[in-house]
C-alpha cells in the first residue's frame, strides 16, 4: 500500500471510498510550498481542471489515503494518469503527527483558464466533507469560475 494525497474531488471520503473501496482515509493535513490553480481547460468539466504547483508562499489542504495496488490502478484511470493528462509526482505532506512523503496527481498541462462553477462547487464540497478549515472551504467557494448556465 501506497499513501496518496488527495486535493481535488477525490477529498470526500465517500467518493474515494466509491472509487477505492480497500483504500482507507489515514490523515488529512497541508501541502507546504504548494498552491491550488487550474488548467488544462480544454480537458475538464466545461473548464479549467484542479491541479496543483510549487509556490513557497502557499499550501494545500490534502486527505491521505493509503491506497490498495488495485485501487492505485482504478484511481489512474479515474485520474487519466493512464493517459498522460496527470502524472504522479512526490510530496510531502505536514500532520498533526509529523511529516509523511506521499503522492499526487499533478496536471500535465498549462496553467491557466478558470473551473466551471459546478465543478468548483464539487471542490468545496469535498473539502467540507474531508473536515476543511472552515476558511479554507470558503476560499475555494470564492474563487472566479465560469457558469455553463446549467
Known amino acids: 500500500m501506497t499513501l496518496y ?3 481535488g474531488s477525490n477529498l470526500d471520503p465517500a467518493r474515494m471510498g466509491e472509487r477505492c473501496p480497500h483504500s482507507p482515509l489515514q490523515t488529512t493535513g ?5 498552491r491550488l490553480t487550474f488548467g488544462g481547460e480544454e480537458h475538464g468539466w466545461d473548464g479549467a481542471l484542479a491541479t496543483i504547483v510549487q ?5 494545500v489542504f490534502v ?4 491506497v490498495t495496488p488495485e485501487d492505485e490502478a482504478a484511481l489512474d484511470g479515474w485520474e ?3 493517459t ?3 502524472r504522479k509526482t512526490k510530496v510531502r505532506v505536514s500532520t498533526l ?3 509523511l ?13 478558470l473551473p466551471s462553477a459546478s465543478y468548483l462547487g464539487v471542490l468545496a464540497d469535498a473539502a467540507e466533507a474531508a473536515d476543511a478549515p472552515v476558511d479554507y472551504v470558503a476560499a475555494l467557494r470564492r474563487r472566479p469560475c465560469r457558469s455553463t448556465g446549467l
Open 63 to 66: 486527505a491521505v489515503y493509503d
Open 30 to 34: 497541508w501541502l507546504e510550498g504548494w
Open 5 to 7: 494525497a488527495a486535493y
Open 84 to 86: 498522460g493528462l496527470f
Open 80 to 82: 487519466s494518469a493512464d
Open 101 to 113: 512523503v506521499v503522492w499526487a496527481y499533478v496536471l500535465d498541462a498549462f496553467e491557466g483558464g
Open 55 to 59: 509556490d513557497p508562499f502557499e499550501q
Open 97 to 99: 503527527a509529523g511529516e
